[in-house]
Structure formats: C-alpha cells, structure tokens
C-alpha cells in the first residue's frame, strides 16, 4: 500500500532538481537580455544622477573647476530665496496639470472609439494614430517654431490676422500639440486594457439596461484603472521633462518645462554647476512626493484583482 506513494516521492524529488536547474537557466538568459539596458542606466543615468548630488554640495564652476570646494545645504538653502526658481517650479507643475490631463482624456476617448465593434480599418487607423511618436518632439518644436512665427509663419499671417485675432505664441500652443502628438503609447496602453475587459460584463450590464455611457463610468473606467494609473504616472513624469533646443550659439536656450529650462541656464548660461545640481535634486524630489501621493492614492480608486483573490483565499 505504501509502495505508490513511496514511487511518487521519489518522482516528485526527481523533479525538483530540475525545476530548478530551469529556472535558474531562465533568470541567467533574462539577465542576458536586460543586461544592456542595466548597463545603460548604470553608465548614463544612475552615475550622472549621483554625480550631480555630489555637485549639489558644490560651488563647482564649470569655468575654474579647480576652485571647486564642498559648501554644504548652502545652495539648497539659495533656492528657498530664489523667486525665478520657485516660479519656474510651480511653472512645471502648473503644466503638468494643464497637459496630463489633455493626453489622458485623449487618449482614452481614442481607446474607447477603438474598442467599437462598428469601425472598420482598425489595425491601419491604429498605426496612423501611434506613428507620429517615432517623430521627435524636438522636429515638432523646430516645426512648430516656423508655423507660429510672428512674421513669416502661415498660422498666424493666414488664419489669426485675417480674422483679427491676437497672435498665438509656440509656448502657447506647444504643450497641447506635444501632449496630442505624443498619445501613442497612451492610448494602445488603455485600448489594451479595454479589450481585455470580458464582453460578459458588458452583456449583463445591458441587459440590465445600463447604456454607453453608464458602462463607461460603471465598469470600463473602474476595470481598466491599473492601465490609467500606470499612464498617469509615465505621462507625469514626461511632462516634467521639455525639449531642449541647441541653436545659435545660445545652448539649451529653450525648453517646454519651466524648471527644466532655468536649470539649463544656470548650468549652461552661468556655468553654476552646483546650484544647477541642487535645482534638479529639488525637482527630483517633488516629482517623487508627488508620485507618492498617486501611489498612496491608488488604494481608493484603482481596482486591482489580484488583492481581491488573496484576500478571499
């Protein structure tokens, strides 16, 4: 009577050597393939980001580096008196409050006319919609630029003057062009997440009369929400970054986050090093806070499955 079980010990002791002999083949060729990525971020973010915490404790002067001497939180302390810093802080916010939610409304209006059974041509109207994002944002700035130009510009000379309306300025414009022209990744992101929300919920929902617009707010939007979070927070952390413009002899002149652009001028316009250095920690730092308050937030208003199984288990 023992001897089955006896066998089946055995086989199971078999088997485990190699489960795990496979699993440590598969994190070795995982590691293998992210190994370029791991390196890349090593080399060209992670050192850069820890060097420029170093500086920050700096006067370090790009122009006599051999003067460079540690000051402690003394430009940390500069930037709570500085008012162009403050300013250009609450600048990047302020746009990241105008543009995230352009891009996000936008992209998931997109993702719900795709998740339509009725439209046809949907593989090619996707790739037309998701190829503008391989064109870089700095070719639309340049772009851009020319159309809006106050003097030989056709936006203006053909459209604004003709009809007596104000000029329209680039940085007017740019922020919502950049945040409409970039919804690629957004938007196949959360058409995704709405194909994979099961046509039974959607079925049940009618029969009970519910119409579009009530399964939208009452089951697409609270089952894709994971996909809404992870976008939010991709889309924030992008509009905290602008385009930066290297033209004419005036480096780094231009730039679409206000923080962004007094950092260069400091770095590269006054060759402040150090207090450049402490102007990006500080703004690391508030995009941090702020991405833990979303992900504190999440809690309340994110659906996540997989703790509603594990709880039940």
Do not use: C
Request: aromatic share 14%; hydrophobic share 55%; net charge neutral.
């Amino acid at each position: 009577m023992n001897f089955p079980r006896t066998r089946e010990a055995k086989e199971i002791n078999i088997a485990k050597p190699h489960h795990r002999s496979l699993a440590r083949y598969e994190a070795v060729v995982g590691f293998l393939f992210i190994s370029p990525w791991i390196l890349g971020f090593i080399l060209l973010k992670l050192i850069p980001i820890l060097a420029a915490l170093g500086f920050s404790f700096t006067n370090f002067y790009m122009l006599e580096p051999e003067k460079t001497h540690f000051i402690g939180l003394t430009n940390y302390i500069n930037i709570l008196h500085d008012q162009r810093a403050g300013a250009s802080l609450f600048g990047a916010i302020g746009t990241f409050l105008f543009v995230v939610p352009i891009e996000m409304i936008a992209a998931l209006l997109l993702a719900a006319i795709f998740s339509s059974k009725a439209l046809r041509a949907k593989r090619f109207m996707r790739t037309l919609f998701f190829l503008p994002i391989i064109i870089p944002s700095l070719t639309i700035f340049v772009i851009l630029s020319g159309l809006s130009d106050p003097g030989t510009g056709w936006l203006n000379r053909l459209i604004f003057d003709p009809l007596k309306l104000p000029a329209v300025s680039l940085y007017q414009i740019f922020p919502t062009v950049l945040a409409l022209w970039s919804i690629g990744p957004s938007f196949l992101i959360l058409l995704g997440a709405i194909q994979g929300v099961s046509g039974e919920v959607y079925e049940a929902a009618r029969v009970d009369g519910a119409g579009p617009i009530m399964r939208l707010f009452a089951i697409t939007l609270p089952m894709i929400s994971p996909a809404i979070f992870f976008t939010l927070i991709i889309n924030m952390t992008n509009a905290f970054g602008g385009v930066v413009l290297l033209d004419r002899s005036l480096p780094f002149n231009q730039s679409l986050s206000p923080m962004e652009s007094y950092i260069n001028s400091q770095m590269f316009g006054r060759a402040q090093l150090g207090y450049a250095s402490a102007l990006a920690w500080v703004m690391f730092i508030v995009v941090m806070v702020i991405i833990l308050l979303f992900f504190r937030s999440a809690r309340y208003w994110v659906y996540f499955p997989e703790e509603e199984q594990s709880e039940e288990l």
